[in-house]
T-cell receptor, first 113, second 115 residues
């Protein structure tokens, strides 16, 4: 079955720096790759997603890139702010609408001012 | 306001006592899922539903049951809870939002302790 590896497990940056979180997946049939942000005491929040027919997607300070050949995808956050501090999860799925998701184990991002 | 609600938010129970965690969404989403979150293991999908009366197993379905009799509700049933089901549970609903993207919302979570 699918396996998703996520690195690093913790990441500390200064406010204004960029942060990059990387994930690799094992199932070449996976075609949907979402990223989630989870703040303390809350449920995960979908922040950006990408399908396998797209190489890059951007939404303001957040971007995701996908390399299907290498089976890895990355989350890029530019101009980080303290409110970006949270746990970030990547996931992969071969089914519709985010069902049958396999998650990475998460990255705790700390942005210090 | 678009939301996914879960009840109860906190529950302490004893081994073997059947319980149900309810999940309801007000967005008319076709797809609903249940996840458990454990330290060091991240989020793992328990069951999901593609539509009314259509459910399928996720990664960790053992010891759980679900039903989808109505589009808005997707209850999680633990027929005989055991201590290894102590966890934080999340319900989620989603739909295709166009251009290959999805709209997805998670509930606030249910913290379950089985003694």
């Amino acid at each position: 079955g699918e396996n998703v590896e996520q690195h690093p497990s913790t990441l500390s940056v200064q406010e204004g720096d960029s942060a990059v979180i990387k994930c690799t997946y094992s199932d070449s049939a996976s075609n949907y790759f979402p990223w989630y942000k989870q703040e303390l005491g809350k449920g995960p929040q979908l922040i950006i997603d990408i399908r396998s027919n797209v190489g890059e997607k951007k939404d303001q300070r957040i971007a995701v890139t996908l390399n299907k050949t290498a089976k890895h995808f990355s989350l890029h956050i530019t101009e980080t702010q303290p409110e970006d501090s949270a746990v970030y999860f990547c996931a992969a799925s071969r089914k519709q609408a985010g069902t049958a998701l396999i998650f990475g184990k998460g990255t705790t991002l700390s942005v210090s001012s | 306001e678009a939301q996914v609600t879960q009840n109860p938010r906190y529950l302490i129970t004893v081994t073997g006592k059947k319980l149900t965690v309810t999940c309801s969404q007000n967005m008319n989403h076709e797809y609903m899922s249940w996840y458990r979150q454990d330290p060091g293991l991240g989020l793992r999908q328990i069951y999901y539903s593609m539509n009314v009366e259509v459910t399928d197993k996720g990664d960790v379905p053992e010891g759980y049951k679900v039903s989808r009799k109505e589009k808005r509700n997707f209850p999680l049933i633990l027929e005989s809870p055991s201590p290894n089901q102590t966890s934080l549970y999340f319900c989620a609903s989603s739909r295709v939002a166009g251009l290959g993207s999805y709209e997805q919302y998670f509930g606030p979570g249910t913290r379950l302790t089985v003694t």
